[in-house]
């Protein structure tokens, strides 16, 4: 066995001195890459950088389907906004409970029913009567969809109270004004009359109600509800 060599072995992890290095023929100090050349932890670094690429691209696209699938899911989920299947629901309304003069508030169950859930939820109309017809009206703003408030005084329809004494109908959202048969105004920022509901007169007298359809500034008298008798 070579003692002599053993000796001059040093133990691994340890730093042999300065002298058995010089005695070894002087030891090279590590020596650094070439300028411009790639070292491992570089490739390490593009590899790092392309990952957060990807991941960035990826939360990016998951963010963008989560808005366009959001309006989806309100429509799926949120009763009113949900389709109701052409159903018609029962009021305890009359034709003659309306006039010509002003729209009057009312409340029903509407009936909802797309195929996989059936339920009442409530809804609140405004009425008026138009060349025989009832107009039922939405309350729904057609701008950004707040809830209209029409001139009422303790629950009774009053002249009209908006824009100088010429307008039924205040959206207080965005301030958008409608006259008695829900169209509005050229200033108003909503983009057409209330949308109107289709209705039919039972035997009985009772009025039901439908869906709803949209007007347009055009069409705001054409009604496809029949005539009262
Ligand atoms: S939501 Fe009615 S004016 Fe904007």
């Known amino acids: 066995m070579d003692h002599e060599n053993e000796m001059d072995t040093p133990a691994s992890g340890q730093v042999p001195p300065k002298d058995a290095l010089d005695q070894a023929g002087g030891a090279q100090p590590p020596q650094l890459p070439p ?23 990826g939360g990016t696209g998951a963010l963008m389907a989560t808005m366009v699938a959001s309006p989806l899911v309100v429509s799926a989920f949120d009763p009113l906004h949900r389709a109701s299947g052409g159903a018609f629901s029962k009021t305890n309304w009359k034709p003659s409970d309306f006039n010509e003069k002003l729209p009057t508030h009312v409340n029903y169950l509407q009936h909802i029913d797309d195929g996989w859930n059936s339920q009442d939820v409530s809804n609140d109309v405004y009425v008026i009567v138009y060349q025989k017809k009832l107009m039922i009206m939405s309350h729904v703003c057609t701008h950004l969809g707040c ?25 207080p959202c965005h301030g958008s004004q409608y006259n008695i048969y829900g169209v509005q105004t050229p200033a108003s920022p909503a983009p057409r009359p209330l949308d109107l509901y289709y209705y039919h007169v039972n035997a009985d007298g009772y009025v039901e109600v439908g869906n709803n359809f949209q007007r347009s500034d055009a069409t705001w008298g054409n009604n496809p509800n029949p005539t009262l008798a």
């Open 147 to 171: 809830h209209v408030n029409g001139s009422t005084e303790n629950g009774k329809s009053v002249a009209p109270e908006y824009g100088n004494g010429k307008e039924w109908f205040f959206c």
């Open 35 to 57: 300028q411009g050349t790639q070292t491992v932890s570089g490739q390490r670094e593009v590899m790092s950088r392309r990952q957060f690429l990807t991941y960035a691209l």
